[in-house]
Each structure stands twice: as structure tokens, then as C-alpha cells.
């Protein structure tokens, strides 16, 4: 049952369509930084002009579970069980726990279930310019963040994930690492953290893995060395030819990288999600039955894909949604009614998942004279399971996009 505090945030999200947005503001943050015109014209859904209400009763819901998570994921027995199946470069734990975890709930009648959780999650540096350009339309709601001390604890993470590996030795140099990187839909982000490092003291680079060699038990870029690397592939264990130099720096421990391949093996594998839906594996894990009772209320259950399931999932189809074990950004993921023949058959000819039916909830907006609604999700941007900010996506379709109208980020506010 929902608390009338739940039902008073999903009204005003049915219901209220303000622009809550002061785009004179973020034009002032941001066009010192980079060239805002430029931004809004190339990317003109990356900022919706709304925003989401969320109720301080989900709120909590939402922090149990990634408490919940954490808490099962970094035991003994379950990071074992997980990482015997992992590749081996996975099994490289060198300290630091990973910038930027992404766990992405969708709002249900049930409050909020956990849908995914990805370790290089983009777009925080982002949302919190983003935050501090919003007007609340309403009184008795607020930010849920600190939004003046955001760089600062930024900052600090980085910080602790390099003492984690380096202990007392200074760190130089960052290099921000992604492929063809201004070509990313989110390079913007890149030049923001660039010019954040450099206000800090911290050299910063933007790199494509291809420009970086691994020599002198080091890794470089011409003659700079590079101290730390903040990892924006896809490529989640460096198994491409681009990567190879970035591979064997990490293998040999030389440079200190984040998130990097045993946080994805832990954290991000979909197929992870079985697991941790799976109260009997959980028990045998020695799991407690408070977390497993936790884990099973937020978040969809999850099976993955085989030959023995499969011709139930397909007859039960339009009850889950099917997603790559290894995907990301939505990629290759698939409502279940929506599924043909054809591509069903292309699925399992890959490792997929099938997660129950979890449906988002909606965002009604207004774009010129025309009312409609939009999908939400909410995005809880963590380090070491505490949430440091919250966002949304709005969208419409079958998965997270940023070519919506009305759509985008936008940021969330607590009731």
C-alpha cells in the first residue's frame, strides 16, 4: 500500500506541468565552461525543462536496496561465486571501488525496483549543473543532494580510489578514456571534468585508448605520464585490439584505472541479477534472510536466457523484458510483446536475461501547446553504496533515449 506521501509525488508527476527549468541559469554555469550554444543545438533532448518528484518513503526504498546490494555483492561467498564465472581479468582487485556506480530504478505501484545497475554510469557532472539550474514550483520540496559540495566530494572520490591503490604517492595526472571521445554523445561531460581536475590541481587528458602506449611501468600519452585512468568504455574487459596497451598496463598493475573489469564482473553483469533474485542461491551463499527478503522486493526477478527456459519465456514473453547480460545504454534490449520471431531467435543465439516486467512510471510534460506523458526512470549515482546524486531520464519508446521531445535528463525533488 502506498503512503499518501508516495501518492502525493505520483500525482504531481501525472499531473503538474511545470517548467521548472531556468535555462538563463544554466546558460551562466556552463558558458564559461564550454560552448552551451553548441551543446543545446547538437544534443537539444539532452535537458528536459521539468522535473521529477519523488517521495522521501521511496527515497528510503531506493537507498535499502543498494545498501541491500552492496552489502550481498561484496561478500566472501557471492563475490566468489560471481567472479569463478568472470573473465580472468576480472579476478584483478587492486583497491579502488569504482567511480560512478549507476543503479537505474523504475517507480511502480510497488514503489521503486531496481532494473539495472552499470559502473561507468555518464552524466553526473552534468546533472549537477543541471540541479542547480532548476526552480521548484511548489513549496515542501528540495533537492535531495548537496549540490554546493558536489566538485568537492567528486573530487575526493577520485582521490580515495588512487590512495586505495598508491597510498601517500601524489596523483599527477588523469586521463579520461573513451573511444573516438569526442564523438560521445557525452564528450561535454569529458570537458567538464577536464577543466573540474585542472581547478584542482590535477593535469587532465581526453584520450582515445589508441593514443595511450604502455612502456617504462607506466602508461603514457607522448610524454606524459598517466597516473590514473577514469574509464568510459564499453568495452568492460578490454578484450578489443584498441585496448591492448591499456590492458596490459592495468594487468601489470602500472596504472591505477576506475571503474574498471573486476567492478563490471561484480556489479554489472546482468547475469549477476539472477543471482541476487534467487533466494535459494542466496541462502547457500550464506546471505542473510533479511538482505535475501530485501533483494527479492526490489528488484525484478531474473533468469537467464537458456535452452531449458526457453520455450516458457517465449510463451510468457510479454511478462519480461530481455536485456544482453553484458549490454549497456539499452543496447540490443527488448520488450517482450514487442518481440518478433526473428529476433527472438537472434537472442538466444546470445547471453541474455530475461527480467520480469517492472513498467516505469510516467512524466506528464508540456512542449509548446501540446500535453503529453513520458516514461521516467530514476538514477542513483553512488561510490561505495552511498548515493551521491540523484537524476532522471525521460523518454518515450522502449528503452532510455536522448532523442525524446520534452525529454532528457531532469533532475529529481525530494517531498
Known sequence: MLSNKNSRAQIINKQCLC?????????????????????????????????????????????????????????????????????????????????????????TDKGPKLIE?????????????????????CEGVKLPSDLDSLEDTFIKMFLTEWASQR?????????????????????????????????????CLILDPREVLHKNDGLWFENKKIDLVYNRLTD?????????????????????????????????????????????????LG????????????????????????????????????KPASGFGSKAAYRGDKITHRVWEEINQGCYVAQEMALPGYRAIKVGEEQSELKMDIRAYTYNGKIQLLTSRLYSGQTTNFRTFGGGFAPVFLI
Not at 579520461?176 to 573540474?196: N, R
Not at 591505477?256 to 573486476?262: A, D, G, R, S, Y
Not at 533479511?290 to 511478462?319: C, F, H, M, Y
Open 236 to 284: 568492460f574487459y578490454f578484450t578489443e585490439e584498441k585496448n591492448a596497451e591499456l590492458l596490459s598496463a592495468y594487468r601489470k598493475g602500472d596504472v591505477v584505472v576506475t571503474p574498471n573489469p573486476h567492478h563490471h564482473a561484480l556489479f554489472a553483469n546482468k547475469m549477476n541479477l539472477e543471482t541476487l533474485t534467487n533466494p535459494e542461491v542466496l541462502a547457500g
Open 19 to 107: 517548467q521548472t527549468l531556468d535555462k538563463k541559469i544554466l546558460k551562466t554555469h556552463l558558458e564559461h565552461e564550454i560552448n552551451i550554444e553548441k551543446l543545446l543545438e547538437d544534443r537539444p533532448h539532452l535537458f528536459s525543462n521539468t522535473s521529477i518528484y519523488l517521495s522521501q518513503e521511496e527515497l528510503n526504498k531506493i537507498e535499502v536496496v543498494i545498501h541491500t546490494v552492496e552489502t550481498a555483492v561484496k561478500s566472501p561467498a557471492f563475490k566468489n561465486f560471481v567472479l569463478e564465472k568472470a573473465p580472468s581479468i576480472a579476478l584483478i582487485e587492486n583497491g579502488p571501488q569504482g567511480v560512478f556506480m549507476g543503479y537505474d530504478f523504475h517507480l
Open 167 to 203: 597510498g601517500d604517492l601524489p596523483l599527477n595526472c588523469i586521463a579520461i578514456i573513451d573511444e573516438d571521445p569526442e564523438k560521445q554523445y557525452l564528450y561535454p561531460e569529458f570537458q567538464l571534468f577536464l577543466k573540474l581536475f585542472k581547478s584542482f590541481g590535477i593535469d
Open 287 to 322: 546471505i542473510d534472510s533479511v538482505l535475501i527478503e530485501q533483494l527479492a522486493s526490489g528488484i525484478p526477478k531474473t533468469v537467464g536466457l537458456s535452452v531449458l527456459n526457453k520455450e516458457l519465456l517465449w510463451s510468457n514473453r510479454k511478462n519480461y523484458f530481455f
Open 117 to 137: 545497475i552499470n559502473t561507468n554510469a555518464g552524466g553526473a557532472l552534468l546533472n549537477l549543473i543541471l540541479a542547480r539550474a532548476q526552480v521548484a514550483c
